[in-house]
Protein backbone atom coordinates (compact mmCIF):
# COMPACT_ATOMS: atom_id res chain seq x y z
CA UNK A 1 0.00 0.00 0.00
CA UNK A 2 2.95 2.42 0.77
CA UNK A 3 4.45 2.11 -2.59
CA UNK A 4 1.19 2.88 -4.18
CA UNK A 5 0.75 6.27 -1.94
CA UNK A 6 3.91 7.37 -3.02
CA UNK A 7 3.27 6.76 -6.28
CA UNK A 8 0.20 9.04 -6.36
CA UNK A 9 1.81 11.59 -5.07
CA UNK A 10 5.01 11.79 -7.19
CA UNK A 11 2.41 11.23 -10.34
CA UNK A 12 0.67 14.47 -9.05
CA UNK A 13 3.94 16.22 -8.42
CA UNK A 14 3.22 18.85 -11.02
CA UNK A 15 -0.24 19.28 -10.18
CA UNK A 16 0.14 19.54 -6.67
CA UNK A 17 2.85 22.43 -6.98
CA UNK A 18 0.19 24.46 -9.59
CA UNK A 19 -2.39 24.04 -7.13
CA UNK A 20 -0.57 25.16 -3.96
CA UNK A 21 0.69 28.34 -5.04
CA UNK A 22 1.60 30.50 -2.00
CA UNK A 23 2.20 33.99 -1.35
CA UNK A 24 6.28 34.82 -1.63
CA UNK A 25 5.30 37.01 1.60
CA UNK A 26 4.95 33.75 3.77
CA UNK A 27 1.47 34.27 4.63
CA UNK A 28 -1.04 31.56 4.11
CA UNK A 29 -2.32 31.49 0.06
CA UNK A 30 -5.23 33.99 0.04
CA UNK A 31 -3.50 36.25 2.47
CA UNK A 32 -3.83 40.47 1.42
CA UNK A 33 -1.46 41.69 3.93
CA UNK A 34 2.10 40.96 4.72
CA UNK A 35 2.46 43.09 7.47
CA UNK A 36 3.82 46.22 6.05
CA UNK A 37 2.26 49.56 6.15
CA UNK A 38 0.20 50.17 3.23
CA UNK A 39 1.16 52.51 0.63
CA UNK A 40 -1.05 55.55 0.87
CA UNK A 41 -1.98 56.43 -2.41
CA UNK A 42 -2.70 52.48 -3.30
CA UNK A 43 0.26 51.82 -5.85
CA UNK A 44 1.41 48.52 -5.05
CA UNK A 45 5.18 48.40 -5.49
CA UNK A 46 5.52 51.89 -6.73
CA UNK A 47 7.75 54.44 -4.74
CA UNK A 48 6.47 57.95 -4.62
CA UNK A 49 9.00 60.64 -6.44
CA UNK A 50 9.93 63.15 -3.57
CA UNK A 51 8.19 66.59 -3.94
CA UNK A 52 10.34 69.51 -3.57
CA UNK A 53 11.89 70.98 -0.44
CA UNK A 54 10.15 74.17 1.49
CA UNK A 55 11.18 77.03 0.80
CA UNK A 56 11.00 79.26 4.06
CA UNK A 57 8.86 82.99 3.60
CA UNK A 58 11.03 85.47 3.37
CA UNK A 59 11.40 87.54 6.15
CA UNK A 60 9.87 91.39 6.97
CA UNK A 61 11.67 94.20 4.73
CA UNK A 62 12.80 96.95 6.33
CA UNK A 63 10.41 99.82 6.76
CA UNK A 64 12.08 102.92 8.53
CA UNK A 65 8.51 105.09 8.50
CA UNK A 66 6.17 102.63 9.14
CA UNK A 67 4.20 103.19 6.38
CA UNK A 68 3.65 99.20 5.82
CA UNK A 69 6.06 100.35 2.34
CA UNK A 70 9.70 98.59 1.96
CA UNK A 71 12.77 100.92 2.62
CA UNK A 72 13.46 99.39 -1.46
CA UNK A 73 9.93 100.69 -3.15
CA UNK A 74 9.35 103.65 -0.55
CA UNK A 75 8.05 106.05 -2.24
CA UNK A 76 8.25 108.50 -0.25
CA UNK A 77 10.55 107.60 2.36
CA UNK A 78 10.03 109.47 5.86
CA UNK A 79 6.30 110.15 5.20
CA UNK A 80 3.16 107.98 4.50
CA UNK A 81 2.91 106.52 1.22
CA UNK A 82 -0.48 105.32 1.77
CA UNK A 83 -1.32 108.79 2.18
CA UNK A 84 -2.44 110.77 -0.95
CA UNK A 85 -5.64 113.27 -0.29
CA UNK A 86 -5.94 114.27 -3.97
CA UNK A 87 -5.52 111.06 -5.31
CA UNK A 88 -3.00 112.03 -7.81
CA UNK A 89 -0.77 109.10 -7.00
CA UNK A 90 1.95 110.82 -5.75
CA UNK A 91 2.02 110.47 -1.57
CA UNK A 92 1.52 113.64 0.07
CA UNK A 93 4.72 114.16 1.73
CA UNK A 94 6.35 114.34 -1.89
CA UNK A 95 3.68 115.93 -3.59
CA UNK A 96 3.99 119.68 -4.01
CA UNK A 97 0.88 120.36 -5.51
CA UNK A 98 -1.65 118.60 -3.07
CA UNK A 99 -5.03 120.25 -5.22
CA UNK A 100 -4.41 118.45 -8.47
CA UNK A 101 -2.54 115.82 -10.37
CA UNK A 102 -0.06 118.78 -11.02
CA UNK A 103 1.32 122.80 -9.71
CA UNK A 104 -0.48 125.02 -12.01
CA UNK A 105 1.28 127.97 -13.43
CA UNK A 106 0.09 131.17 -13.30
CA UNK A 107 1.21 133.71 -16.05
CA UNK A 108 1.66 136.87 -15.56
CA UNK A 109 0.60 139.94 -16.18
CA UNK A 110 -3.03 139.11 -15.67
CA UNK A 111 -5.26 142.07 -17.07
CA UNK A 112 -8.92 142.96 -16.70
CA UNK A 113 -8.96 144.24 -19.71
CA UNK A 114 -10.90 147.16 -21.40
CA UNK A 115 -10.98 151.26 -21.43
CA UNK A 116 -10.52 151.13 -17.67
CA UNK A 117 -7.65 148.47 -17.49
CA UNK A 118 -6.69 146.79 -14.37
CA UNK A 119 -3.47 144.14 -14.00
CA UNK A 120 -1.02 142.39 -11.55
CA UNK A 121 2.27 142.72 -13.06
CA UNK A 122 4.19 141.01 -10.56
CA UNK A 123 2.63 138.71 -7.58
CA UNK A 124 5.08 136.77 -5.25
CA UNK A 125 4.15 134.75 -1.89
CA UNK A 126 6.93 135.47 0.88
CA UNK A 127 9.71 136.51 -2.20
CA UNK A 128 8.97 132.99 -4.04
CA UNK A 129 6.38 132.14 -6.42
CA UNK A 130 2.86 133.19 -6.82
CA UNK A 131 1.36 129.35 -5.97
CA UNK A 132 1.55 127.91 -2.42
CA UNK A 133 0.64 125.74 -0.21
CA UNK A 134 -1.08 126.76 3.19
CA UNK A 135 -2.53 125.04 5.88
CA UNK A 136 -6.17 126.42 6.83
CA UNK A 137 -6.19 129.92 8.45
CA UNK A 138 -2.38 130.59 7.93
CA UNK A 139 -1.02 134.13 7.15
CA UNK A 140 1.77 134.63 4.03
CA UNK A 141 3.40 137.50 2.92
CA UNK A 142 3.22 138.86 -0.37
CA UNK A 143 4.31 141.43 -2.68
CA UNK A 144 2.75 142.41 -6.36
CA UNK A 145 3.34 144.92 -9.16
CA UNK A 146 -0.19 146.16 -9.42
CA UNK A 147 -0.50 148.47 -12.74
CA UNK A 148 -4.01 150.65 -14.06
CA UNK A 149 -4.41 152.47 -17.29
CA UNK A 150 -7.45 154.86 -17.48
CA UNK A 151 -8.94 155.33 -21.04
CA UNK A 152 -12.36 155.36 -19.99
CA UNK A 153 -13.40 159.05 -21.20
CA UNK A 154 -16.69 158.40 -20.13
CA UNK A 155 -15.59 159.00 -16.61
CA UNK A 156 -12.07 161.14 -16.97
CA UNK A 157 -12.64 162.44 -13.36
CA UNK A 158 -13.16 159.28 -11.73
CA UNK A 159 -11.28 157.82 -8.90
CA UNK A 160 -9.77 154.34 -9.85
CA UNK A 161 -9.20 151.55 -7.22
CA UNK A 162 -7.21 148.02 -7.99
CA UNK A 163 -8.76 145.09 -5.74
CA UNK A 164 -7.46 141.55 -4.81
CA UNK A 165 -9.04 139.40 -3.22
CA UNK A 166 -10.41 135.25 -3.55
CA UNK A 167 -12.38 134.53 -6.44
CA UNK A 168 -16.04 133.74 -4.39
CA UNK A 169 -14.12 135.17 -1.37
CA UNK A 170 -13.29 137.84 1.07
CA UNK A 171 -11.15 140.98 -0.78
CA UNK A 172 -7.94 141.40 0.92
CA UNK A 173 -6.21 143.76 -0.37
CA UNK A 174 -7.28 147.84 -2.68
CA UNK A 175 -4.48 150.09 -4.49
CA UNK A 176 -6.30 153.24 -4.81
CA UNK A 177 -4.82 155.08 -7.64
CA UNK A 178 -7.16 158.58 -7.46
CA UNK A 179 -8.01 160.09 -10.52
CA UNK A 180 -4.79 159.24 -12.83
CA UNK A 181 -3.94 160.58 -16.18
CA UNK A 182 -5.95 159.52 -18.73
CA UNK A 183 -4.19 157.01 -21.26
CA UNK A 184 -0.96 156.65 -18.59
CA UNK A 185 0.02 153.25 -17.75
CA UNK A 186 0.83 153.86 -13.53
CA UNK A 187 2.28 151.32 -11.21
CA UNK A 188 2.66 150.51 -7.58
CA UNK A 189 4.65 148.04 -5.46
CA UNK A 190 2.69 147.09 -2.65
CA UNK A 191 3.45 144.24 0.38
CA UNK A 192 1.11 142.86 2.35
CA UNK A 193 0.14 139.36 4.12
CA UNK A 194 -2.96 137.23 3.32
CA UNK A 195 -4.75 134.84 5.47
CA UNK A 196 -5.66 130.95 3.50
CA UNK A 197 -9.19 130.62 3.81
CA UNK A 198 -9.92 127.83 6.01
CA UNK A 199 -11.93 125.36 3.57
CA UNK A 200 -9.41 122.85 2.06
CA UNK A 201 -8.89 123.18 -1.68
CA UNK A 202 -7.53 125.53 -4.10
CA UNK A 203 -8.10 129.11 -3.88
CA UNK A 204 -7.11 131.54 -6.59
CA UNK A 205 -6.31 135.05 -6.24
CA UNK A 206 -8.31 137.63 -8.52
CA UNK A 207 -8.59 140.94 -9.47
CA UNK A 208 -11.06 143.57 -10.25
CA UNK A 209 -11.37 147.02 -11.12
CA UNK A 210 -13.69 150.24 -9.42
CA UNK A 211 -14.45 153.29 -9.72
CA UNK A 212 -16.18 154.58 -6.95
CA UNK A 213 -14.81 157.50 -4.19
CA UNK A 214 -12.07 155.39 -2.32
CA UNK A 215 -11.50 151.47 -1.37
CA UNK A 216 -13.95 151.81 1.59
CA UNK A 217 -16.88 153.92 0.14
CA UNK A 218 -20.50 153.06 -0.93
CA UNK A 219 -20.33 150.24 1.60
CA UNK A 220 -23.77 149.40 0.90
CA UNK A 221 -22.78 148.84 -2.76
CA UNK A 222 -19.43 146.40 -1.46
CA UNK A 223 -20.01 142.31 -0.97
CA UNK A 224 -17.16 141.24 0.79
CA UNK A 225 -15.32 143.92 0.50
CA UNK A 226 -15.43 144.10 -3.24
CA UNK A 227 -17.14 146.72 -5.13
CA UNK A 228 -20.68 145.76 -6.18
CA UNK A 229 -20.23 142.26 -6.72
CA UNK A 230 -17.28 139.24 -6.25
CA UNK A 231 -15.20 138.71 -8.92
CA UNK A 232 -13.74 135.67 -10.52
CA UNK A 233 -11.21 135.96 -13.01
CA UNK A 234 -8.89 136.73 -13.96
CA UNK A 235 -6.37 134.49 -11.63
CA UNK A 236 -3.42 136.31 -10.69
CA UNK A 237 -1.70 134.01 -7.90
CA UNK A 238 -3.20 130.40 -5.95
CA UNK A 239 -3.31 128.92 -3.02
CA UNK A 240 -3.70 125.07 -1.90
CA UNK A 241 -5.32 125.02 1.39
CA UNK A 242 -4.90 121.63 3.20
Given at each position: ?????????????????????????????????????????????????????????????????????????????????????????????????????????????????????????????????????????????????????????????????????????????????????????????????VTAPSA?GRHDVV????????????????????????????????????
Amino acid sequence: MRPRRLGLCLGGLTATIAACAFDPTGLPPGGNNDGRPADPDGAVATIDAPGPPPIDAPGPCSDDDGDTVCNNVDRCPGSDDRRDADSDGTPDGCDDWDCGPTRPTISLPASTGGNLNASIELWSFNFGPNVVELSPGATIGFGDTVALRDSNNACPNCSDQVEVGFAGGARFQCVDFGDPQQGVTQRQLRTGSVTAPSAPGRHDVVIKVAQASNCTSGGGSRVDGWWESVPTAPIVAAVCVR
